[in-house]
């Protein structure tokens, strides 16, 4: 999916202003299509258009405000500025209250209205492109949908699509919070295949009871067993089993695995009937498994055998620019299961969230959107104490951030909350980026 281009609709009648304004807007780079009228520009927009508004108040026969209340009865996260005469400044303060993303007093400083501008079409942008994932995630009826627009993940979607429905075993390689198992479930949900998806983590697994556990055992096998127990492979039979943290798997216990994958049957332990198992092989490793085998650590045949695909997950620092979407969704998940009803996080917010290594990954961007909803924030990615300049310089964020929240990304608002004048909360939104 690509991304989204917005384009800047001015309605402003009077000519002169208007064209030199549309040149302003064309010379930074922006598209922008110019309106004599708001009652045309309403006409033209279209639910859920790519588009961000910048109306005068002043208008002939439909006023902004008017233009303003309209377009918030088709999609009230559209957002529109206001230009003002220095006499209507109480009208436009009652139009942010109503909505509108900020105003400006004529005559304006043009870097601050680009700023602005170039702001609200970010979390457009943003907007639109959580619709059409939670479209698509309604579509598969699945959260285990692979979000973000980097190529890396572009590739993986279609490497899992081209794989799905084989039954060629499959290596994941990934950091810790990658979301390994997210993979592991896209291509079991893809593949057609009616049986469970059976998740084992090898290094949580007691090695005293491994082999019980995974290949089951007969009634009397051992002391304990007073009834036939059906292990995890079996239990995938037909489905997907997923072998979490395989370099984990004691050595012993790999030569049986491998007896199992190459003959697609098992024993179970005290039994010596062969039980014939259809499961797909997943298997998932933070480690460099050759590198390993290599050194002996893990049997070389079976990570040959487990390396038909190979299937490799970025970190989250590698595709940053895909952190704003996921951020959004995760808040937008974590809003049903919390029901909370939070405002949607401000573009400032998601600025300074792709500045993060998060070394946890999309696991730790999962918890950090939690916090979010419930209020309870921390600073993620951090685990350091800083100097203090630095500390005040974050807690100056995090007052600015909040207010931001709270005025719903209207800088005018913002200020009025803060305290401090709007240039002023202008310099320290550009400081901070």
Known sequence: ??????????????????????????????????????????????PAAPVVLLSDVRLPGMDGLVLLQSVQQQDQELPVLL??????????????????????????????????????????????ENR????????????????????????????????????????????????????????HQDSGRKGHFVAVNCTALPESIFESEMFGAEAGAFTGVTKRRIGKVEHADGGTLFLDEIEGMPLNLQAK???VLQESALERLGGNKLIPVDARLVAATKVDL???????????????????VTLTLPPLRDRRADIPLL????????????????????????????????PGN????????????????????????????????????????????????????AAEYLGIPKKTLYDKLAKYK
């Open 132 to 187: 059409q994932l939670k479209q698509q995630l309604a579509e598969k009826n699945s959260t285990g949908l692979l979000l973000g627009h980097d190529p890396q993940i572009e590739r993986l979607r279609r490497q899992i699509d081209n794989i799905a429905d084989t039954n060629a075993s499959v290596l994941i390689l990934g950091e810790t919070g990658t979301g390994k198992e997210m993979v592991a479930r896209s291509l």
């Open 290 to 308: 050759k590198a390993a085998s290599d050194a002996g650590l893990f049997r070389a045949d079976l990570y040959f055998r487990l390396n038909v």
């Open 362 to 413: 999309v696991r730790e961007l999962r918890h950090y959107a939690e916090q979010y909803v419930l209020g309870v924030l921390a600073e993620p990615g951090s685990g350091q104490s800083l100097p203090l300049p630095q500390q005040l310089a974050r807690l100056e964020q995090q007052l600015i951030n909040n207010a931001m929240v709270q005025a719903g990304s209207n800088v005018a608002l």
């Open 257 to 259: 695995m491998l007896r």
């Open 1 to 46: 999916m690509d991304r989204i281009k917005i384009e800047v609709w001015l309605v402003e009648d009077d000519e002169d202003v208007r064209q030199t304004l549309l040149q302003t807007l064309q010379l930074s780079e922006i598209k922008a299509r110019g309106f004599a009228r708001a009652e045309q520009a309403l006409q033209a927009l279209s």
């Open 83 to 128: 230009l003002t005469g220095h006499g209507d400044i109480p009208m436009a303060v009652t139009a942010m209250r109503l909505g509108a993303q900020d105003f400006f007093e004529k005559p304006y400083e043009p870097e601050q209205l680009l700023h602005s501008l170039r702001r609200a079409m970010d979390k457009r942008s943003l907007v639109l």
């Open 327 to 358: 951020f959004l969704h995760f808040v937008e998940q974590a809003r049903g299961q919390y029901n909370r009803d939070v405002p949607p996080p401000n573009d400032n917010l998601l600025q300074r969230l792709i500045q993060l290594d998060w």
